[in-house]
C-alpha cells in the first residue's frame, strides 16, 4: 500500500524556522495536504494544493513540493506552534487517501 | 457556520458491530465528497473511507475492506459508517471529515473502543 514519509520528530527554537518533509512516489501526480492537530484537538488544514494557505492560517507557515518530496516550513516559530503535523495525499489513481505519520513539532 | 457532530462511539466486544452517525450542517452536504478517519491512542491519523457526492462510489483502506461500509443520507446532511467484525484494533476516535480542496472541515471525533 502507498505510504508518505515524515520525519518522527522535530525541536526549534522561538523564532527560528522548522522544516518538515513529506516523501512519497505519487507526489509528482498528486497534491499535498499539510495538518495541525494540538493534543485532543481535531486537526487543522494549514496548507492546501501543495503550497496554498486556507484563511485564517497565519503567513509564517508555507509549503511547496518538487518530485517526489514536499515540505512545510513555518517561518519564525512561535509557542502554540507546537504540535503534530500531518502530510496527506493521495495514491497515484486518486482512489485512496493516505497521511503520512506525522512529525512532532517541539519549541524548545 | 459548518459543523460536523459524530455519534455512536463506544464499547464493544471483539466481532461486534456499531453505527456511526456524522451530523452535518452549515453547507450543502451533496455538494462535497466525505470522509472517515481514524486515530488509534497515541497514534496517528488514519484515512479509513469516503463516498463521493451523490454515494454513488465509495473506497475503503485495504485494513477496513469488506468489513466497514460507509454511506450517507443526502436528505438529513448525515454520513454514516457501519462497522462490522470489530478488532481490537480498530480502536480509535473516529473523526468525519469534508473534502474540498484537502480535508477543510472536521468533527471532534467518536470514541470507538473494541475490548472484551
Not at chain 1, 522544516?19 to 509528482?28: M, V
Not at chain 2, 475503503?60 to 475492506?65: E, G, H, L, N
Request: proline fraction near 4%; charged fraction near 15%.
Amino acid at each position: 500500500s502507498y505510504e508518505l514519509t515524515q520525519p518522527p520528530s522535530v525541536s526549534v527554537s522561538p523564532g527560528q524556522t522548522a522544516r518538515i518533509t513529506c516523501s512519497g512516489d505519487a507526489l509528482p501526480k498528486q497534491y499535498v495536504y499539510w495538518y495541525q492537530q494540538k493534543p485532543g484537538q481535531a486537526p487543522v488544514l494549514v496548507i492546501y494544493k501543495d503550497s496554498e494557505r486556507p484563511s485564517g492560517i497565519p503567513e509564517r507557515f508555507s509549503g511547496s513540493s518538487s518530485g517526489t518530496k514536499a515540505a512545510m516550513t513555518i517561518s519564525g516559530v512561535q509557542a502554540e506552534d507546537e504540535a503534530d503535523y500531518y502530510c496527506q495525499s493521495a495514491d497515484s489513481s486518486g482512489s485512496y487517501q493516505v497521511f503520512g505519520g506525522g512529525t512532532k513539532v517541539t519549541v524548545l | 457556520e459548518v459543523q460536523l457532530v459524530e455519534s455512536g462511539g463506544g464499547l464493544v466486544q471483539p466481532g461486534g458491530s456499531l453505527r456511526l452517525s456524522c451530523a452535518t450542517s452549515g453547507f450543502s452536504f451533496n455538494n462535497h465528497w466525505m470522509h472517515w478517519v481514524r486515530q488509534a491512542p497515541g497514534k496517528g491519523l488514519v484515512w479509513v473511507s469516503r463516498i463521493n457526492r451523490d454515494g454513488s462510489s465509495t473506497s475503503y483502506a485495504d485494513v477496513v475492506k469488506g468489513r466497514f461500509t460507509i454511506s450517507s443520507d443526502n436528505a438529513k446532511n448525515t454520513l454514516f459508517l457501519q462497522m462490522n467484525s470489530l478488532r481490537a484494533e480498530d480502536t480509535a476516535v473516529y473523526f468525519c471529515a469534508r473534502s474540498d480542496y484537502g480535508f477543510d472541515h472536521w468533527g471532534r471525533g467518536t470514541l470507538v473502543t473494541v475490548s472484551s
